[in-house]
């Protein structure tokens, strides 16, 4: 036998035991000669699953076929945590025994054996699905190859690059690679450059770098731009005659001010018996983009349209985004309207939903309506039907409370840039009553849409008719507890009760609401819950604390609006021929919440990456800020005039030796008693900004007024 196999059947034999290298060793007579030799075995046998590496160094026999199958989360300083749906604790995966997993892979993970109280642990011993086919990164060359630095901090290799495969990629440039097979933990990752993005510095190539690293396509296949070069644009007049003519009523739009694409409308009347009736008239996508068509593929794939803090990356292609779809006043266009008598308390006592024509009348931006509403204009045609809007909005928002529907307030910033993407100022969005009008009015048309086919489904025919519901569920047990926790040492009241309810998050909310503590507690109580998702199976929606809840209002940028309208559409017909099943459904469900995670993380990539950028040109200055995290290293500070977050620390608190202590959320002075707690209000001044990596370094100013001692 080898020394390798010598070494598995000695830690098979002793089952349970740990060892450090140098015991082996010693217990294989080693010389001091031969011992790093012996140091590349042992690492070559952990590597190739035969033996297993736990805290500390310790090397020893594993259990064997236990395994869990999840979503890996690497974090930057290199180990990670097996995410396993369903399970509430986590599986702990060193770096050693990472094997050749990315960040977000679906991976299998065996587990090793674990004393009594001790925290699941294991090795991943498969790569089941790539989170990522593309890597990106800033390409330099060798001698012999070159190489790609990832700009992803959770990538802890760098990708080689056979010279032939770099395509006249420059040293020094951002880079597009796809990843080749990679079986070899022992060998870093090799690639091929697929695409050249620029110089970091070019104008553009930041922003970008993120949406390709989050496998977002920015250009449209060519297949799908000779569709739409082939598509008839002209309405047909017997499609005009059967839909519900809207050409006469008073129709407008009210969106941001840099919008492009106007996808609702809205209409607001009273009536003789003193009942309103409001029109929410949403783009009808679907009569241009059919089913099995290439732009039904692309936009199925795409899933939604992506707001990076530059550009727009839309779903669909401009033509119809912005042009054929697009809501813009004075044209006739193709609706879905959903029409709804109510009474003034925001009560529904009947609808119509049903497929229209409508020629907007005017297009408002939400300043403008603002404007209205704080300053009526008599002379402004439209000033009555905002007045009576915003009356039925307050209505509308008091049955939201009385259900105990969440209202979390925002914590987004609108960045200002100049000409190159440089950022030049940072503003707090402030959500007001222009934006409130909107918001209720799409709830209650995405609400009435949700109940209506789910009626359908709960009548006596037995007749299943699937539809896509947008879902948010219940927080879990476990994450309220940490929750708790969480605000017990803020000093903030919250009583956890039996019964999880959205009224209990609504006092709270309330209760931090206007205080320095509103943000962080918005942050974690946001992380707290479950996130929502897209299904066939209809569980309501938490958030909101409604029954039904659907995706309705949005087809231009989101795909299961977009199919939502395809399928209410066969439902509406008096023979209706539905041509995908619920096995099918349910693959787009999840497709879409994917793609609406990537989109996601990837606009508050580029927002934080301007936020970093935004904070260069104010080293040396000082900021008044709240502490938002609390680790061994330091505190983190999120920047109240910017919501930039930076890190404070440890070795820079001032004159004391500072223990973290863990369950009560700050760092401790042994011989001031000064802690630094979640939540705490502190003054910093910016030493250090990288914006490469993406990273503020602060340290902190006037700390005598900031924190008391706490004894």
């Not at 060793?25 to 010389?31: C, D, E, W």
């Not at 259990?63 to 890996?72: A, E, K, Q, S």
């Not at 732009?295 to 990076?308: H, K, M, N």
Request: charged share 30%.
């Amino acid at each position: 036998m080898g020394i390798k196999s010598n070494i598995v059947a000695f830690l098979n034999e002793n089952q349970g035991k740990l060892f450090k290298t140098k015991e082996l060793a010693r217990h294989f007579k080693i010389p001091e000669a031969g011992y790093q030799d012996f140091k590349t075995v042992i690492k070559e046998l952990v590597t190739d699953g035969k033996i297993y590496k736990y805290k500390k160094g310790k090397v020893g026999a594993g259990r064997r076929n236990v395994t869990l199958v999840g979503r890996i989360d690497i974090k930057s300083q290199g180990y990670g945590f097996l995410l396993v749906e369903g399970q509430a604790e986590d599986v702990y995966i060193s770096e050693d025994n990472m094997g050749t997993a990315f960040d977000g892979d679906l991976v299998r993970v065996e587990l090793f054996q674990r004393g009594k109280g001790k925290k699941k642990e294991g090795r991943v011993v498969e790569v089941i699905e790539r989170a990522r086919v593309n890597i990106v990164g800033v390409y330099f060359t060798g001698k012999s190859r070159g190489t790609i630095v990832p700009d992803d901090l959770e990538i802890h290799r760098d990708i080689i690059v056979p010279h032939d495969k770099s395509h006249d990629a420059k040293p020094g440039q951002k880079v597009v690679a796809k990843l080749a097979s990679w079986k070899d933990a022992r060998r870093n990752p090799e690639a091929e450059i697929i695409e050249i993005l620029g110089y970091p510095d070019d104008p553009g190539v930041d922003v970008l770098s993120i949406a390709k690293s989050h496998n977002i396509q920015t250009d449209f296949p060519a297949n799908v731009q000779a569709e739409l070069d082939r598509m008839d644009i002209t309405i047909d007049r017997d499609e005009i005659v059967r839909r519900l003519d809207l050409r006469d009523e008073m129709i407008f739009t009210i969106d941001p001010e840099d919008a492009k694409d106007f996808d609702d409308a809205i209409s607001l009347t009273r009536l003789d018996n003193g009942n309103y009736k409001l029109g929410v008239h949403i783009a009808d996508v679907s009569y241009f983009v059919r089913a099995k068509s290439a732009l039904d593929r692309v936009a199925r794939e795409r899933g939604t349209s992506i707001y990076l803090v530059d550009r727009v990356i839309p779903m669909l292609p401009e033509r119809l985004s912005n042009d054929l779809c697009s809501l813009r006043p004075n044209e006739d266009h193709l609706c879905f309207s959903v029409i709804m008598e109510m009474n003034s308390d925001g009560e529904v006592l009947s609808y119509q939903i049903v497929e229209s024509i409508i020629n907007s009348k005017r297009r408002f931006t939400y300043e403008q309506v603002q404007t209205l509403i704080e300053t009526p204009d008599e002379s402004d045609p439209l000033n009555s039907v905002i007045q009576m809007m915003l009356v039925l909005n307050k209505a509308l928002l008091t049955r939201r409370e009385a259900r105990g529907g969440l209202d979390f307030g925002s914590n987004e910033v609108k960045i200002k840039l100049d000409e190159r993407g440089k950022p030049i100022g940072v503003e707090r969005y402030i959500q007001k009553d222009s934006h409130r009008i909107i918001e209720e009015f799409m709830i209650l048309a995405n609400r009435i849409v949700a109940a209506h086919v789910s009626n359908m489904n709960d009548d006596k025919s037995g007749k299943e008719y699937p539809y896509v519901y947008r879902v948010h569920e219940k927080p879990s047990v476990e994450k309220l507890e940490e929750f708790r926790k969480f605000l017990l040492a803020l000093n903030v009241d919250f009583v956890l009760r039996k019964k999880v309810n959205p009224k209990m998050f609504q006092r709270l909310i309330d209760q931090v609401r206007g205080t320095e503590k509103e943000i962080i507690v918005g942050d974690v109580m946001t992380r707290s819950m479950m996130k929502a998702k897209y299904d066939v199976k209809n569980v309501g929606h938490f958030g909101l604390a409604l029954k039904y809840y659907s995706h309705f209002t949005s087809p231009i940028r989101r795909y299961p609006d977009l199919i939502g309208h395809r399928i209410l559409k066969s439902y509406l017909a008096k023979q209706p021929k539905l041509t995908i099943d619920k096995t099918e459904l349910s693959k787009i469900c999840e497709l879409a919440t994917s793609r609406e995670i990537a989109a996601q993380e990837a606009e508050r990539e580029s927002v934080r990456l301007k936020k970093v950028e935004f904070m260069e040109d104010h080293i040396g200055d000082e900021f008044k800020g709240i502490i938002s995290g609390v680790a061994s290293y330091g505190i983190f500070v999120e920047i109240i005039e910017t919501l930039a977050e930076g890190l404070v620390h440890i070795s820079t608190l001032p004159g004391d030796y500072y223990v973290h202590d863990k369950d009560r959320y700050r760092l401790y002075g042994e011989r001031t008693h000064r802690a630094f707690q979640l939540g705490d209000v502190v003054h910093v001044k910016v030493i250090r900004v990288n914006t490469q990596d993406k990273l503020i370094d602060l340290e902190l100013a006037d700390t005598a007024d900031d924190v008391e001692p706490q004894y």
